[in-house]
């Protein structure tokens, strides 16, 4: 298991007394916390499972992680869990997260918070919003249609997988579980929603809002250009790969002809033909078509083939 901390020194303690017998290894990863909570883990906890790592410069959540993996990898860990040391992500969870993964079902499996409609209802409207629009720019950029909560830290995955990532490629701070799912998605690993109730209390984040969406949408962006070339030009070719420019490319020039002669014809004062109409608005409609059959063939082609074997029986978790 990995845990990165940063200014989670209140709180870690309660979560690492909260982790089950399930669990063989504790990578609590200090990522330079000015509250030094990885020394106040070592000064107050006895459990002999915890190893602390410590970054003599802050790296972000996703560097803090990919220093656990790489220990967790090195140690022979088969399936590597990661929580957050702020007390949100319920420790009693973990074989929830695991079964998938055992069964053969998954290589990764991340958490859902917006699954029970109950707990839904009292998240905030904003909160809501927000996670709807990043869920969609993450099914685009990693091509997991049927994922939602992309940000949620609540992870378990399997070594196959893991090892075949590149981690020095990954992004280091708030968008390392958007990335991460693109780097799966490149795989063809499965990934699989885990249904989960967070919980909130007097822990504070210290994400910037105004700092991290920029980096989000930059992110997706590049991300998702890379997955359709690899995924449709450079890999494999079908019909999908021709639907795309070719209904993107109707569809740009139905906008610009239409946007174009509609300004002509208004400053002119005179009325659109017919005709002119038609030839403006059948690219866009074909066009919008076309890329409408391509998004139906993507969504269709999520991965459902594990990389890694079945690990049975649920006895077999170690070192995790």
């Keep these: 298991m990995v845990i990165p901390c940063y200014r989670t020194r209140m709180h870690i303690l309660e979560v690492l007394a909260a982790i089950g017998p399930e669990v063989s290894q504790i990578y609590v990863v200090d990522d330079a916390c000015p509250e030094h909570t990885g020394a106040w883990v070592q000064h107050a906890s006895r459990d002999s499972r915890i190893e602390v790592l410590f970054h003599p410069h802050n790296l972000g959540v996703g560097g803090a992680v990919k220093t656990g993996y790489r220990a967790a990898l090195a140690g022979g860990a088969d399936i590597i869990v990661k929580i957050d040391g702020d007390g949100q992500m319920d420790p009693s969870l973990i074989l929830d997260f695991l079964r998938p993964i055992l069964s053969g079902e998954a290589d990764y499996t991340k958490g859902n918070r917006f699954f029970d409609l109950e707990d839904v209802r009292g998240m905030p409207t904003a909160r809501l919003i927000g996670n709807g629009v990043l869920s969609f720019m993450t099914k685009l950029s990693s091509g997991y249609w049927d994922l939602f909560d992309p ?34 998605g490149t795989l063809r690993a499965v990934t699989v929603d885990v249904p989960m109730q967070a919980r909130y209390g007097s822990e504070t984040s210290s994400l910037v809002i105004r700092t991290v969406i920029p980096q989000l949408l930059g992110l997706h962006l590049q991300n998702t250009i890379k997955r359709i070339f690899y995924s449709y030009y450079l890999r494999d070719m079908s019909l999908a790969s021709l639907q795309l420019p070719f209904g993107a490319a109707l569809l740009l020039f139905g906008l610009i002809f239409g946007t174009f002669t509609w300004i002509s014809h208004l400053f002119s004062g005179g009325i659109t033909p017919a005709g002119t109409v038609m030839l403006a ?40």
Aim: charged share 20%.
């Design 151 to 184: 940000t949620n830290g609540y992870t378990a995955i399997h070594r196959s997988a893991l090892e075949r990532i590149p981690l020095h490629k990954v992004a280091d701070r708030y968008c390392f579980e958007s990335d991460l799912l693109f780097r799966l």
């Design 281 to 320: 608005a059948l690219p866009v409609l074909i066009g919008l078509q076309s890329l409408f059959a391509f998004i139906g063939h993507d969504v269709a082609a999520v991965p459902s083939r594990p990389l890694q074997r079945a690990l049975t029986p649920l006895a077999r978790v170690q070192r995790t």
